[in-house]
């Protein structure tokens, strides 16, 4: 079941119409379902019911604060890469015994902060970090829960800005390192070795390079243990995908029963971090068409909604489908559905067809709950979309837009 549908020819979210919301809020305007993350939620941790898990949602992907609280509230641990997402996940009530740390470049005052909070483990991802960890909880007398994240060098084969598992990419340490690593860890005060963690890539649409990675894990496991090194917390990262257009990734539920099937018996706290899997189809981008321009090649609708607001066409030639949400039976026409940004890497969509539409007239832009509003920005001076949540016959506001004081705000 669809949470964002046609009734009467006119697009709802839930029960609320999508040109009203627009009537009331403005265009750009992000809208999320409560419904369909809860759904996804649900569908996605319930996948892994007869293994000891935890499902820690990735912050990155949607880092609302209304967001979270209502993941938080359905029991969600949360995966965090900042001191910023840090504080959200705290803000929303998550509990710290629930939260994980990645990323590759964690600061003192973040890692300070995260053990203050006393979250549950740390993913560690060079060998500095090891020691910068184990010093900041010195100075405060603590110790800290690590995991090493491997890099255990699959293809996800996926987009290569989102691919962090292969040998060449930024992220994790080579099993040779982080054997050295986890026996220096072992040695340090400060610092406990407890699990161990990859996260390969992100939009992956197979199961077979998570059991691939999951494989060499496993076998990563049996050689520390032959080593001494208890290894009881197993992360496997974020990365399931989604349809944007044709994909077809596992359902959860498929995902779930083949990790769930590998890992039998293994004896391990098992954490996952899916970010996309559970925001991205739970919310569109709702814009209005500010001209229509006929060129000698092209239709252009030029739109109120830019590569600031989602970037992700722009970044990665990514597909996101678009409709009408109002429909109409004018002829289809080819369109190029651009925003105002003074770039022409900046357009939502190209070749695209759609019932001709005219000025002020509305579209929506879809799969855009993750890695959508979290990876906007000012530029051009644009005021950042509002957000709204949209909950049976309930609208919260997530996020009011932006106004031109807010611009200036940290400026002198
Ligand atoms: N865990 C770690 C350590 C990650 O780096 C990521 C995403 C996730 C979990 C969540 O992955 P997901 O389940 O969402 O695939 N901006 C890009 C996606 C970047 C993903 C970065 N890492 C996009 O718009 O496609």
């Known amino acids: 079941m669809h949470h964002f549908e046609f009734k009467n020819n006119e697009l709802h979210a839930e029960n609320i119409s999508i040109a009203e ?15 369909t993350l809860r759904r996804h939620f649900k569908a996605f941790d319930s996948a892994f019911t007869g293994l000891d898990h935890m499902t820690c949602y990735s912050v990155k992907a ?50 300070a902060e995260a053990l203050k909070a006393d979250i549950l483990m740390f993913n560690v991802e060079s060998v500095g970090e090891m020691h910068r960890i184990n010093e900041v909880a010195m100075s405060m007398n603590k110790t800290a829960r690590i995991s090493f994240r491997i890099n255990p060098d699959v293809d996800p084969k996926t987009h290569p800005y989102i691919s962090t598992g292969m040998k060449k990419n930024k992220f994790g340490l080579d099993m040779v390192t982080a054997k050295e690593a986890y026996q220096t860890a072992k040695k340090l005060s400060n610092v406990n070795p407890v699990g161990i963690d990859c ?29 001494g090194i208890e290894i009881e917390h197993l992360d496997l990262g974020g990365g399931l995908g989604i349809t ?34 559970i925001a991205g189809n739970a919310g569109i981008l709702v814009t209005e068409v500010i001209y229509t321009k006929k060129t000698p090649t092209k239709d252009f609708l030029i739109v109120d909604a830019a590569m600031n607001d989602l970037v992700r066409p722009s970044l990665y030639q990514s597909y996101h489908n678009i409709s009408e949400v109002v429909k109409n039976d004018r002829p289809v026409v ?31 832009v879809y799969s855009a709950g993750a890695y959508g509003f979290t990876m906007s920005s000012n530029y051009n001076s644009r005021l950042r979309a509002a957000e709204i ?18 611009l200036l705000n940290l400026e002198s």
Do not use: W
């Open 62 to 111: 949607n880092s609302n604060l209304s967001v979270l609280r209502l993941l938080a509230e359905m029991g969600a641990g949360m995966d965090i890469v900042s001191g910023g997402e840090l504080f959200r996940a705290l803000k929303a009530g998550v509990s710290s015994s629930k939260i994980v740390f990645s990323g590759v470049g964690k600061k003192a005052y973040e890692i």
């Open 244 to 277: 944007y257009d044709e994909e077809q990734p596992p359902h959860p539920k498929e995902f779930g029963e083949a990790l769930s099937k590998a890992l039998e018996g293994k004896n391990l706290k098992v954490i996952l971090e899916p970010g996309r899997v």
């Open 21 to 35: 919301l627009a009537n009331e809020y403005g265009t750009p305007l992000y809208v999320y379902s409560a419904a």
């Open 334 to 364: 080819d369109y190029d559905v651009v925003g105002p940004i003074c770039e022409s890497g900046d357009f939502l969509a190209k070749d695209r067809e759609i019932p001709e539409l005219m000025q002020g007239e509305l579209l929506a």
């Open 389 to 406: 949540i949209v909950d049976g016959d309930d609208v919260i506001v997530a996020r009011r837009r932006e106004t031109y004081e807010d």
């Open 199 to 227: 996260h390969i890539g992100s939009q992956l649409t197979t199961i077979e390079p998570f059991l691939e990675a999951l494989d060499k894990l496993l076998a990563f496991r049996e050689e520390l243990g032959l080593l």
